[in-house]
């Protein structure tokens, strides 16, 4: 049985930095492709960043670049998301992703398997 667990949201004033963890279990991480999504209140999920299977390749949402950073540790079955200059617009629940596949690309969407979610909340 698959499982994604997130931790390590919370509440941060404008300009903090966070760092999200998932961990995978019930499967062989380094089979999988990864990411990250998040939804607001009253607004639809979206994607974030996503990596590939081995790292090598990474994709992130224009609102996010340059401020996000997505790495996994294969050895660790983990995921992270380090997010620093964070603003409020980025108040939300983020959910860990993950689908198998046969390549080395990031993907932006058909993930299969999801997690529970973590609230980050920025404080103006």
């Known amino acids: 049985q698959v499982q994604l667990v997130e931790s390590g949201g919370g509440l941060v004033q404008a300009g903090g930095s966070l760092r999200l963890s998932c961990t995978a279990s019930?499967?062989?991480?380094?089979?999988?492709?990864c990411g990250w999504f998040r939804q607001a209140p009253g607004k639809e999920r979206e994607f974030v960043a996503a990596?590939?299977?081995?790292?090598?390749?990474?994709d992130y949402a224009d609102s996010v670049k340059g401020r996000f950073t997505i790495s996994r540790d294969n050895a660790k079955n983990t995921m992270y998301l380090q997010m620093n200059s964070l603003r409020p617009e980025d108040t939300a629940v983020y959910y860990c992703?993950?689908?198998?596949?046969?390549?080395?690309?990031?993907?932006?969407?058909?993930?299969?398997?999801w997690g529970q979610g973590t609230q980050v909340t920025v404080s103006s």
């Open positions: 992703v993950a689908e198998r596949t046969y390549t080395d690309y990031a993907l932006r969407s058909d993930y299969w398997y």
């Open positions: 019930g499967l062989t991480f380094s089979n999988y492709a």
């Open positions: 990596i590939s299977r081995t790292g090598s390749s990474t």
